[in-house]
């Protein structure tokens, strides 16, 4: 018996974070351009999601479409085991002029869980190549940093999603996050922290963390000196820093890299989602050659990590296009505009009686409700509004495309107002 797809979709396929049983709605979108989705029944959204924070010039651009037709006319895919190729190089080249300071050796993996583990495994084989004993990380509460094994033992092992595997994954440090926030002034809260570092350094091999924005564990924004900070402790008790700019990179916060806020370099940072420009899945793992070099003269004589799709070429290509585009057109005044509006529709909500906060950094808009959001209600609610905003937990947040029109982010904004109004089917008491 002939069934449709949605009914099909709900019976035998497994979307992010949904259950088999009672699965969350899903809505077949059949075409995307600029920054709207097209449902299969012609009605057209405005996103506000940017596919999770990776789509950042909007969607189908010609640039990145042009690059990618003209590539797969010579390969698709291509081992990287023993083989190069001209995508890349200059990716790899590309990466190396933008990234801060001095980093400037690059791991191609294929998602930003994929780059983690990789980081993960650089910090533990830089301190076995130099034979000391350090296989622990200090992570932050309410940290998120992907979901295979070792991105989840960074992960918050509490407050997370991941909770449910804490008896199976390793145990790492955990530290409260500095309560000071963006835009307040910096008041020091740094002792617990001081004090971990402190007692725990000898076998502590890094600490991972978001620079500035923590996106899945709670969208919250923190002071750039507490930043600062980490980095001369990194510094003083020798101890690598990983930052992970998965989410934050290239632009969204209103510098190219959240470090930049902060004006501090990792010693390995991570990247993804918006590499491609939302297109497909590619990601990157950066260090120093002083990193690089003491990981390759160890008696493996290598980094041990392979993906099959490592330098995926129409990923690479992809990417090249997208950071083209980045230069070639003025994307920190559209993320200024975007910030500003934010500011002037979402601040106002913070006197509303479901809301317990209002934050907004960069192009990046969160609304934090008292209760948590019944997500397959509110989502039904912002379809028929026109608009795709996905929420989570307490939080309804939107990270549109750069290229969003001043009409549609107004819609957006307007919709989230709008539901706050309509409460009593929306929220989970």
Known sequence: MNISNLKFDKKHIWHPYSSMIHPLPTYQINYAYSYKLVLNNGRKLIDGMSSWWSAIHGYNHPVINKALKKQINYMSHVMFGGITHIPAIKLCKNLIKITPGN???VF???????????????????????????NKFIALYHGYHGDTFGAMSVSDPHNSMHRIYRNYLSNQLFIDISKCRFHDNWVNDTNDLDNLVKLNHHNVAAIILEPIVQGAGGMYFYHPQYLVHIRKLCNEYKILLIADEIATGFGRTGKLFACNHAKIVPDILCIGKALTGGTMTLAATITNRKIANIISNN???????????????????????????????????????INKQLKK?????????????????????????KYRVNVANIQRWFINYGVWIRPFNKLIYIVPPYIIKQSALKILTKAIKKSLNINNNFIIP
């Open 345 to 369: 529709d979402l601040f106002p909500l913070r006197n509303h009686e479901m809301v317990q906060d209002v934050r907004i950094l960069g192009a990046i808009g969160v609304v934090e409700t």
């Open 103 to 105: 980093l400037d050796c």
């Open 299 to 337: 008696d493996i004589k290598c980094l041990m990590h392979g993906p099959t799709f490592m330098g995926n070429p129409l990923a690479c290509v992809a990417a090249n296009a997208s950071l083209n585009l980045l230069n070639q057109y003025d994307w920190k005044k559209c993320i200024f505009m």
């Open 108 to 134: 191609l993996a294929d998602s930003g869980s994929i780059s983690i583990e990789v980081a993960i495994k650089m910090a533990l084989q830089y301190w076995y190549s130099l034979k000391i004993s350090k």
